[in-house]
């Protein structure tokens, strides 16, 4: 697996590309406004892209996602919780001062837990509320890709509609602490970190 890390947009939202190297499939993980190197990369590497994924509805994560579709119509996924959320991108857009992108449409529920398969890759689904209602990080063998739940040295917010403090130090207690030590994690903002990190030495926890 390779993974392709563009940090872009007004909120410096972490955007994934997610490779399988045996194969060349690919999928978009948490696209934000700035997609164009990302589809640079699939044009010039001649990779095969076969979904965008959001591990939640916030406006940042989810803002190439019309933009994507226009040159790839594959499907997007998002877990259906956080429907309600892309609903009020327009407000979301109003709220933060930045470009209303449009809604954009689900094509299938990304499931709470269990295991899918993108791209040839096994994704495992750790369903992680409190940032917003339906935040689901995913894990891909010795990667876990933490959306907004867990952050370097922090956490998520919780003041923005959906948000509970109390579900969300819950949620990466039992979702994400009970984890490998040495599992990565490549938060949706800032640096990455590991499991092993976070738990001895993120504020939230001690």
Same mark, same amino acid.
């Given at each position: 697996m390779e993974i392709f890390i563009y940090e872009n947009g007004p909120f410096m939202v972490n955007s994934y590309l997610v490779i399988n190297k045996e194969t060349s499939a690919c999928f978009i993980l948490d696209?934000?406004?700035e997609v164009n190197p990302?589809? %640079?990369?699939?044009?010039?590497?001649?990779?095969n892209l076969e979904a965008i994924i959001a591990t939640h509805g916030h406006i940042d994560h989810v803002e190439g996602v019309?933009? *994507?579709k226009k040159k790839y119509p594959v499907p997007f996924?998002?877990? %259906?919780l956080d429907k309600p959320l892309l609903d009020t991108i327009p407000v979301q857009a109003r709220?933060?001062?930045?470009p209303d992108p449009g809604v954009p449409v689900p094509d299938a529920n990304l499931p709470t837990e269990g295991s899918i398969t993108?791209?040839?890759? /096994?994704? %495992?689904?750790?369903?992680?509320?409190?940032?917003?209602?339906?935040?689901?990080?995913?894990r891909i063998d010795s990667v876990v890709f933490s959306g907004d739940a867990l952050f370097n040295f922090s956490i998520g917010r919780t003041d923005l509609p959906g948000g509970d403090?109390? $579900?969300? *130090?819950?949620?990466i207690k039992e979702k994400l602490f009970t984890l490998?030590?040495? *599992?990565?994690?490549?938060?949706?903002?800032?640096? $990455? /970190?590991? *499991?092993?990190? %976070?738990? /001895?030495?993120?504020?939230?926890?001690?």
């Open positions: 696209p934000g406004f990302l589809l %640079e990369k699939i044009r010039s590497d001649k990779l019309n933009a *994507i996924m998002v877990n %259906e709220m933060f001062g930045v993108v791209a040839g890759l /096994t994704l %495992e689904l750790l369903y992680t509320p409190g940032h917003s209602r339906g935040s689901v990080s995913i403090y109390v $579900e969300l *130090i819950s949620s490998p030590d040495d *599992i990565r994690v490549l938060p949706g903002h800032g640096p $990455e /970190t590991t *499991i092993g990190r %976070e738990k /001895t030495m993120n504020p939230f926890f001690n």
